[in-house]
């Protein structure tokens, strides 16, 4: 089942001043620099609020919006990029986008449901938390939720198990693994035994040449 979006906005202003000083000051003040891509257009340098972009970027980047440029146009975009130091975000990169172009986007997924083989014994392993997929921007799911509460152990699931929105396309193979059942590793209890055993009277002969080695060392 896909996830719907909803529109959200981003203003921007454009940037004058490119030195590093300029960018210290942006960022004391609030202010995330950042640039704007488009397949047809020069690239444009822009600040943004750094909360309002935590609003937009929380979303996911499969998620377009209207950036809005102060004294210019609004047009949809993308985040492409972000840039981060110690875990701040120091720069971001978006991507222009044509509502009347298909873009590649990657939309998170969403596993729900609590699997029969996780009853049985089993472990749900995730191989995969997002999905690559081509389609309108207006087509595009914000995310993707996937029930996996008939998955048995030793069942997997895989790309061609998702149900895709109408006009959107899957990227990649069908074949890829998303998440699996597997059942947790079985230790022999035998085994373990004689490998104590073996590893105490191992134990034993080093413990007695311990003991002649350090006799010799004390002489």
Known sequence: MATNHQTQQLDA??????????????????RIPAVI????????PIHVDAKELAKVSRTGRSEFFDLRIEGGE?????????????????HVDFQKVSKNKPIRVKVPLHLSGTAKGTKAGGILQVQATELEVEGLPD??????EVDVTELGTGDKLTAADVTLPKGVTLIGSEEEL???????????EEVDTGTGAESEETA?????????TADGNDA
Do not use: H, M
């Open 74 to 90: 609004t047009f949809p975009a993308l985040i492409k990029d972000i840039q981060q130091r110690s875990g701040v975000v120091v």
């Open 178 to 188: 998303l998440a699996s059942i597997v059942l947790p590793r079985v230790v022999d």
């Open 13 to 30: 202003s454009r940037r004058e001043e490119f030195t590093r000083a300029s960018l210290r000051l942006l960022r004391q003040g609030g």
């Open 204 to 212: 034993g002969e080093s413990d007695a040449g311990d003991t002649g």
């Open 37 to 44: 891509y488009g397949a047809q257009a020069e690239s444009l």
């Open 139 to 144: 087509n595009l799911p914000a995310g993707i």
